[in-house]
T-cell receptor, first 118, second 114 residues
Framework: KAGVTQTPRYLIKTRGQQVTLSCSPI?????VSWYQQTPGQGLQFLFE???????NKGNFPGRFSGRQFSNSRSEMNVSTLELGDSALYLC?????????????????FGPGTRLTVL | AQSVAQPEDQVNVAEGNPLTVKCTYS??????LFWYVQYPNRGLQFLLK??????LVKGSYGFEAEFNKSQTSFHLKKPSALVSDSALYFC????????????FGGGTRVLVKP
């Protein structure tokens, strides 16, 4: 099976712009999570989607948003970019079952999108 | 709130020697614990997880981890380190009581010298 794919891999934006990142989960996986990785803050949870519904949200401002489509693909959007948004954005997918996801599910990560805000 | 601590920013070990990366956690309820490894410019790769049962969990690439409930620890170990094990290692915890969010430790950089 193909792994989690993320596009684009690299992105350069300027302050005030907005950006949309895309994630395609492993085939058959129904849950998608997003994380921000920075040298100073480490890995921080952004949000998690299952069956097109946001199930969990981290402590990020409303400028960060996401969605999941019926084919489980997910996008995250950051509006009004700030310098501090420069980071590696990681997407992870997990299997989940028909009715719910579980804390025991393993999350498999994509290679990430490196966002640089100038 | 749940949290994970990796007390060592970096671990240096000679090739062929045992490798240990420490992890302690704090969570309400039953913890589900994970180890991931990250190579430069790559995403995280899953190594192993503890859900329940045997406290010693075996994973990929010869790694294993021991769950210790009384010490709230989940240390990662490898009997004989390879130069190719040099990477950034993350411990993570997830629990239903904390809303199923996956919380990561700060990471430990492992440097295996030939």
């Amino acid at each position: 099976k193909a792994g989690v794919t993320q596009t684009p891999r690299y992105l350069i934006k300027t302050r005030g712009q907005q950006v949309t990142l895309s994630c395609s989960p492993i085939s058959g996986h129904r849950s998608v999570s997003w994380y921000q990785q920075t040298p100073g803050q480490g890995l921080q949870f952004l949000f998690e989607y299952f069956s097109e519904t946001q199930r969990n949200k981290g402590n990020f401002p409303g400028r960060f948003s996401g969605r999941q489509f019926s084919n489980s693909r997910s996008e995250m959007n950051v509006s009004t970019l700030e310098l501090g948004d420069s980071a590696l954005y990681l997407c992870a997918s997990s299997l989940a079952n028909v009715n719910s996801y579980s804390s025991t599910d393993t999350q498999y990560f994509g290679p990430g999108t490196r966002l640089t805000v100038l | 709130a749940q949290s994970v601590a990796q007390p060592e920013d970096q671990v240096n070990v000679a090739e062929g020697n045992p490798l240990t990366v420490k992890c302690t956690y704090s969570v309400s309820g039953n913890p589900y614990l994970f180890w991931y490894v990250q190579y430069p410019n790559r995403g995280l790769q899953f190594l192993l997880k503890y859900i329940t049962g045997d406290n010693l969990v075996k994973g990929s690439y010869g790694f294993e981890a021991e769950f210790n409930k009384s010490q709230t620890s989940f240390h990662l170990k490898k009997p004989s380190a390879l130069v190719s094990d040099s990477a950034l290692y993350f411990c993570a915890v997830r629990a239903a009581a904390a809303g199923n969010k996956l919380t990561f430790g700060g990471g430990t950089r492992v440097l295996v010298k030939p």
